[in-house]
């Protein structure tokens, strides 16, 4: 592989960085830390992170309800994430908009959504605007299995395809639309293959290979920063925790979900790659992991001691 140590280091950093962080907030939100509904990412670290590694910070990402995971992908602030998941003054949105709402314009993250598609014409709009100024900058909006069914999906991409605009439409196809298998659902075997309808280059691959990921995005990128226009990427994945925590999941059995995290853990399976290969050694991962949950304590403790917004910044930060 033609990767540097750095490279390397760097996507096992930001995928156990994702790990580690929505296994505390999965630990917090259960203990009645946490306000709201949290959703988590595990098991689809690879996508944000070889999606991500290909952005610079002023591209754009528009994210979904699950959207932990892009945002460290994207650079936010670990500190104010984790205080934004507590509802707390000193994270990202002011504590006001909480796990489903997060966004860190600073690094290009426009946003999670709580409507399922939402984002679609969030990240198509950011793309025109980048085309119009005559930037380079490009636009990816992450979705679902379920959104790929929305109307927007398809507005979206007609007029991103008829304007050749600069955005990556990146499915995260983990096979469960809330309670609802994906193949029962949609029409076509591989979500890929709507691209066709909208002339522009539509892709299956692996979710679960950060390499895969990485490269695929990575030409996608190019193009369209390029002029080229856009590209549909569908991800394949499996979604390892239920559509929020505390879901009963008496739609699937653990056995399925035990196997299939098994077989397809994105961490373990580049673990296994880099350490065969001499790539890695074991205490370089040991290093990095030692790191982060430093980092991920410290986050939580920089939570809990932070304080709530005041009564009276309810009416601050509104359009209207």
């Not at 760097?10 to 709201?36: N, Q, S, W």
């Not at 198509?124 to 100024?133: D, E, P, Q, R, T």
Request: charged content about 25%; some cysteine; proline content about 3%.
């Amino acid at each position: 592989m033609d990767y540097t140590r750095e490279q390397l280091l760097d996507f096992y950093e930001t995928m156990v960085k994702i790990r580690f962080f929505e296994e505390k907030v999965e630990k917090l939100f259960l203990a009645g830390e946490i306000p709201g509904f949290v959703h988590l990412y595990i098991g689809e670290e690879a996508i944000a992170t070889g999606v991500c590694a290909n952005l610079r910070k002023d591209d754009y990402i528009e994210s979904t309800h699950r959207g932990h995971g892009h945002t460290l992908a994207k650079g936010a602030d670990l500190n104010g994430a984790m205080a934004e998941i507590f509802g707390k003054s000193t994270g990202l949105c002011k504590g006001k908009g909480g796990s489903m709402h997060i966004a860190d314009f600073k690094v290009g993250m426009l946003g999670a959504n709580g409507v399922v598609g939402g984002g679609f014409n969030l990240a198509v709009g950011a793309a025109l605007a980048n085309k119009m100024k005559g930037t380079d900058n490009v636009a990816v909006v992450f979705f679902g299995d379920g959104a790929s069914n929305r109307g927007t999906f398809h507005e979206a991409a007609n007029l991103a395809s008829v304007w050749k605009l600069p955005v990556i439409f990146l499915n995260e196809n983990n096979e469960w639309a809330s309670t609802t298998p994906t193949h029962t659902l949609t029409s076509v075997k591989n979500i890929s293959d709507r691209a066709v309808g909208y002339d522009m280059p539509g892709i299956t691959i692996d979710g679960n290979d950060v390499f895969k990921v990485y490269e695929t995005v990575k030409g996608a990128v190019e193009r369209a920063r390029q002029g080229g226009g856009p590209t549909l990427i569908e991800c394949k994945t499996y979604r390892i925790k239920g559509h929020f925590v505390g879901d009963p999941e008496m739609y699937r059995t653990k056995e399925e979900v035990n196997s299939r995290f098994e077989k397809n853990d994105p961490i373990k399976n580049f673990e296994k790659k880099v350490l065969s290969q001499g790539l890695l050694t074991k205490s370089d991962l040991n290093q990095v992991e030692q790191k982060v949950l430093k980092a991920i304590e410290e986050a939580v403790e920089f939570a809990r001691q932070s304080p709530y917004p005041e009564p009276s910044e309810l009416y601050t930060d509104l359009y209207v």
